[in-house]
């Protein structure tokens, strides 16, 4: 069965926007198991614009939940990560300058450096995903490095299933992406720009086996709600 994992940084972006200290996420995350969310992701920027570091040893401190921690190759954050102690972590690209993540690790310029961070973790028996954009080379180099999972940049297909552009190349390059992957041993997650259109067609995709899914989520739990907006996606991603 495919997995749902629930993006909550933006609940600390509202709560940031005060200075205060609601809306909680550790209260998101615990909520958000309860509803349904196979795991929570939360991204430890080095700016700390959401997530802050005493957001994310809370959030992995709970017992039974499977928290994804993304994370850049920044020395001080992954040595923060190892102390934290999350199960999951996502090696993402970071840009000081960004709004969001923009794309995919450049995995053959930063090999030696991603392969040794992914060591790092995997001595601490803590799983490991790369951040990649849907590129065949980017796939292999992955299994080169010895990553357990990959999760594929979803952005530009995203954006061209909302222009009601043609994104049947884009969707090809993710199956064929996550389709090489799975015979290598690599597990398949999919994220980034996902909303109930892309994710119902990418869900056709049987090698994908979790989509990790945030903005959309907590944006859309503005109008409906929180435990709402889960359970719809869980019941797409199952149907």
């Known amino acids: 069965m495919k997995r749902l994992g629930v993006n ?9 926007a005060r200075g205060e ?3 909680d996420p550790f209260e998101a995350a615990l909520f958000a198991k309860k509803k349904g969310a196979n795991s929570i992701t939360i991204h430890l920027r080095e700016d700390r614009r959401h997530i802050n570091d ?15 921690l993304e994370i850049s190759t920044n020395n001080n954050i992954v040595k923060n990560a190892l102390k934290i102690k999350p199960k999951f972590v996502c090696i993402v690209p970071e840009n000081r ?3 969001t993540t923009e794309g995919g690790l450049e995995l053959k310029r930063n090999k030696k450096k991603i392969k040794k961070i992914i060591s790092l973790f995997k001595n601490k028996k803590i799983r490991t ?13 992955s ?10 940049h979803t952005g530009n297909f995203s954006n061209l299933v909302k222009s ?3 994104f049947t190349k884009e969707f090809l390059k993710i199956k064929n992406c996550s389709v090489l992957a799975t015979k290598m041993g690599i597990e398949v997650h999919a994220g980034h720009g996902l909303d109930y259109k892309s994710t119902k067609i990418l869900r056709k995709i049987k090698e994908i086996k979790e989509f ?18 889960i359970r719809k996606f869980k019941k797409l991603i199952r149907d």
């Open 54 to 68: 005493k957001d994310a040893k809370k959030i992995c401190s709970i017992d039974n939940l499977f928290v994804n």
């Open 212 to 229: 990790n899914i945030g903005h959309f989520i907590i944006g859309e739990s503005i109008f409906y709600g929180l435990a709402y907006v």
């Open 164 to 166: 009601k552009r043609n």
């Open 129 to 141: 995903s790369l951040f990649i954009n849907p590129n065949i080379k980017d796939i292999k180099l």
């Open 97 to 99: 300058n960004e709004i």
């Open 21 to 23: 200290f609601h809306p």
């Open 143 to 152: 299994k080169e490095i010895k990553t357990d999972c990959i999760e594929i």
């Open 8 to 16: 909550i940084d933006h609940v600390a972006t509202i709560r940031n």
